[in-house]
């Protein structure tokens, strides 16, 4: 079995785009933000945490024997995400200390301690916990990057002590994981207890590798019909705001991972071909990257250059904020998540 299905890469490539539409809301009344698929957006990182946890079983499934095996799955790991998350997170400390002392910035003066701690969360990757609070983090889409990693330390760790009956342990974790969303009554969760939602995605995913790896599937006739679900189902949670109806969408998603994986229909062939792949390679940085444009482009245009906030003056923020991530991510992605990446495989091999 392939270790990567390029269609679920270009899938994450226009979700991560998605979820830079999501984010543009410093003007909630706007028409480009201010609709069920929009505001509702936010959903489609638990897509990349199902993605993840079928990419990781795809990969690592039988593989993790030893504690040697364990360590060296967890540096894989820390490598992947560790060099992008510290350098944007320092990109945003300076920026919000540069902020502090510009006429630009129209709130109070955040306290060096603020600062610290939340770096802290973030770098410590415990900004899906409330080990060190549950406020929000500089670069805020930063705590579902702590979540990616709690759940690869948990899957390391029943693979490893428990390999006969992992596959009970995993559904026992989500099973507590629901438990625990229906008892605090909230699915959105994120910077207090967001590992949750991302180990109960991340465990759907390897649920979605085993029901994908039993057989060969021929499901291209089901490629329409996914996304007149998912869409439908965004309105209907967002109409009638069915919070923890919102937990059918990992299920949701395990079933599109399994659709796109066996297909070889006209929206297959869309995300195969190269400017949905190239989006899918550097969705990490576009990720991680697109909070901190999105609030210099609107300091630009809004505060800066006084631009009316007219609904065109909004798209036009929301398209220059997307095509910069994607110029400025190329970047990063080259320079940051590759050469420095490549540079601690080496210095730890």
């Given at each position: 079995m392939k270790s990567r299905v390029e269609?679920?890469?270009g899938l994450r490539g226009i979700f991560s785009v998605l979820v830079i539409a999501h984010h543009h809301n410093a003007f909630k009344s706007s028409i480009f933000y201010d609709n069920f698929f929009v505001i509702n957006s936010s959903l489609f990182v638990d897509f990349f945490f199902v993605l993840s946890g079928f990419v990781i079983a795809i990969n690592y499934n039988d593989r993790i024997h030893t504690s040697s095996d364990f360590l060296q799955f967890l540096k894989k790991r820390f490598i992947r995400l560790y060099p992008l998350l510290f350098f944007t997170e320092i990109i945003f400390l300076i920026s919000n200390l540069l902020g502090d002392h510009s006429s630009l910035?129209?709130?109070?003066?955040?306290?060096?301690s603020y600062y610290f701690r939340t770096v802290v969360d973030t770098i410590t990757f415990m900004g899906s916990t409330p080990v060190f609070g549950g406020w929000i983090g500089l670069n805020y889409p930063a705590w579902s990057i702590s979540a990616e990693m709690i759940s690869y330390i948990i899957?390391?760790?029943v693979v490893l002590l428990v390999p006969r009956y992992k596959y009970p342990a995993f559904a026992l974790l989500i099973l507590l994981s629901v438990i625990f969303i229906f008892g605090y009554g909230d699915y959105m969760l994120a910077y207090d207890y967001g590992f949750i939602r991302g180990l109960l995605c991340f465990c759907?995913?390897?649920?979605?590798?085993?029901?994908?790896?039993?057989?060969q599937y021929h499901l291209s006739w089901a490629e329409i019909p996914f996304l007149v679900l998912l869409v439908t189902m965004m309105?209907?949670?967002?109409?009638?705001e069915l919070n923890l109806w919102r937990l059918v969408f990992p299920v949701i998603f395990s079933a599109g991972i399994i659709i796109f994986a066996n297909s070889l229909g006209p929206v297959t062939r869309m995300l195969s071909s190269r400017p949905f792949q190239y989006l899918g390679k550097i969705s990490y940085s576009i990720y991680l990257n697109h909070a901190i444009v999105l609030i210099l482009i609107n300091i630009l245009l809004f505060r800066y250059l006084k631009l009316p906030t007219s609904e065109t003056m909004i798209?036009?923020?929301l398209i220059t904020s997307i095509a910069l991530t994607i110029f400025y991510s190329n970047f990063t992605y080259e320079l940051i998540e590759k050469k420095f990446g490549n540079y601690l495989r080496k210095r730890w091999n």
């Open positions: 269609q679920l890469d910035k129209n709130v109070s003066t955040s306290s060096y899957f390391g760790l759907v995913g390897i649920f979605t590798f085993q029901i994908h790896s039993r057989k309105y209907f949670t967002h109409h009638w798209f036009l923020s």
